[in-house]
């Protein structure tokens, strides 16, 4: 095992390297939002191309997450952060001179493959460097930095927009990815013998999690929590700005704003829901996420009656919340999926998770965008917050720690290890 009471500053340093990449790189993943309006506009779009696009951006990392995490497992975290950042950089320069609703979608497509290996290399170097009672914490903060990212993206993105155009925006983007890439790859290593220590692990077949097959139910419902809440991110997160601008009747810029709320929610929502399955649930994941989905469906609910005039005392706290949890789900399950393999296939099982995660994230907004054209934003809203609520009330009621007891049973005591929350599993 890591002596993980070595270089305890160190490991707070690498946490802060990984918070920095994933903040440039999730500015430009998720810039379509606030851009939206401009390129609709601009390129002449309705909601349901407009939601096309944001499937590009997701469904590019669709079919490639698992080879890359697959590959962070056997080139290691550095590598491929300069590949995925390289990728990222190259289109969004690509972006900066498309002018039709083609050349965008094949660019942001580029953009999904290169994203596809932000997840699984980011939560592999947090895995090598942080112990199991502080993981959800660490992985909470790390991925803050898509929130951080996407809220300062929602504040200065229009404003780039107005002021040039949407392409100009996203040059910027691919300036800001090629420096976060170059102190990624130049500051970041792992720890001395970690990748011996893995081989080792490996070899010997043994690991640090509880064992759980890649392919087994567990990781199935796993990776259908990522397709779910998914959806409801990429759908919030596209539309949200559209909605408050038509509906609520806001300034662009005012919606954008809202838009860096939700954000801002979902990049306090991350540690914090890491806090309250490490401390609170005393490690069980099932528990808070769970929770978390179901007051993200209530939150939906509430968004979709919200009518023009609403008194912003009421909605800015409702956006926020939304945020907090439809955004901040991630950690959760990340921890959750890798606890239950290995820690030497974190990032497989990153790799899986993601590519669930970003099919929600691609399929998602179409689907909210064909609902918003034939029934209007109420509709699409309860929709989705239906299947939140169904979906939450699911885990609730799925067994998992009886079935990891059930499977721990076939083993003896001295292979049996502890699932995190005390249930025992293999």
Same mark, same amino acid.
């Given at each position: 095992m890591l002596d993980f009471k070595q270089n305890r500053t160190n490991r707070w340093q690498i946490l802060s390297i990984l918070l920095l990449f994933m903040a440039a790189v999730c500015l430009g993943q998720f810039a379509h939002g606030p851009l939206s309006p401009f390129i609709m506009q601009s390129l002449n779009l309705n909601k349901t191309q407009m939601g096309t696009l944001a499937m590009a951006v997701f469904g590019g990392g669709v079919f490639t997450t698992l080879l890359s995490g697959w590959l962070v497992d056997i080139l290691g975290v550095k590598k491929m952060a300069l590949v995925g950042g390289a990728l990222m950089a190259a289109a969004f320069i690509g972006l900066f001179w498309a002018h039709t609703f083609t050349q965008t979608f094949w660019l942001l497509i580029l953009v999904g493959i290169g994203f596809g290996t932000i997840s699984p290399l980011t939560n592999k170097g947090v895995f090598l460097w942080f112990p199991s009672n502080e993981r959800a914490f660490a992985l909470g903060v790390k991925q803050s930095g898509s929130g951080i990212g996407t809220a300062i993206g929602a504040f200065l993105l229009p404003a780039l927009a107005l002021h040039y155009n949407w392409n100009t925006a996203y040059g910027f983007i691919g300036l800001t990815v090629i420096i976060a890439t170059s102190i990624t790859f130049y500051l970041y290593h792992d720890p001395t013998g970690a990748e011996k220590e893995e081989l080792k692990r490996v070899n010997n077949g043994k690991h640090d999690g509880i064992g759980v097959s890649i392919w087994g139910n567990e990781m199935m419902i796993c990776s259908a929590c990522g397709l779910i809440l998914?959806?409801?991110?990429? @759908?919030?997160?596209?539309?949200?700005?559209?909605?408050?601008?038509?509906? $609520?009747?806001?300034?662009?810029? &005012?919606?954008?704003?809202?838009?860096a709320v939700a954000q801002l929610g979902g990049t306090i929502g991350r540690p914090v829901w890491g806090l309250i399955s490490d401390y609170i649930f005393q490690g069980n994941r099932k528990r808070a996420f769970y929770l978390l989905t179901l007051i993200a469906g209530l939150q939906g609910t509430i968004l979709a009656f919200t009518a023009?005039?609403?008194?912003?005392?009421?909605? %800015?706290?409702?956006?926020?919340?939304?945020?907090? #949890? @439809? &955004? !901040?789900?991630?950690?959760?399950?990340?921890?959750?999926? %890798?606890?239950? #393999?290995?820690?030497?296939? !974190?990032? #497989?099982? @990153?790799? &899986? %998770?993601? #590519?669930?995660?970003? !099919?929600?994230?691609? *399929?998602?907004?179409?689907?909210?965008?064909?609902? $918003?054209?034939?029934?209007?934003?109420?509709?699409? *809203?309860?929709?989705?917050?239906?299947?939140?609520?169904?979906?939450?009330?699911?885990?609730?009621?799925?067994?998992?720690?009886?079935?990891?007891?059930?499977?721990?049973?076939?083993?003896?005591?001295?292979?049996?290890?502890?699932?995190?929350?005390?249930?025992?599993?293999?």
């Open positions: 998914g959806m409801a991110q990429g @759908s919030f997160t596209t539309f949200l700005t559209p909605f408050l601008k038509e509906n $609520v009747n806001m300034p662009v810029v &005012m919606a954008g704003s809202c838009l023009p005039g609403v008194s912003r005392i009421i909605l %800015i706290p409702n956006v926020f919340l939304l945020g907090a #949890t @439809s &955004m !901040a789900w991630n950690a959760l399950l990340f921890t959750l999926a %890798i606890e239950l #393999t290995s820690q030497a296939k !974190a990032g #497989t099982a @990153s790799g &899986m %998770i993601t #590519t669930a995660n970003f !099919a929600g994230l691609g *399929f998602g907004p179409p689907l909210f965008g064909y609902l $918003v054209d034939i029934g209007g934003y109420r509709l699409a *809203f309860l929709v989705f917050s239906l299947g939140l609520i169904i979906w939450g009330l699911f885990l609730a009621w799925w067994p998992l720690e009886k079935r990891l007891a059930r499977r721990n049973s076939h083993y003896p005591p001295a292979r049996a290890k502890k699932y995190p929350g005390g249930q025992l599993s293999r």
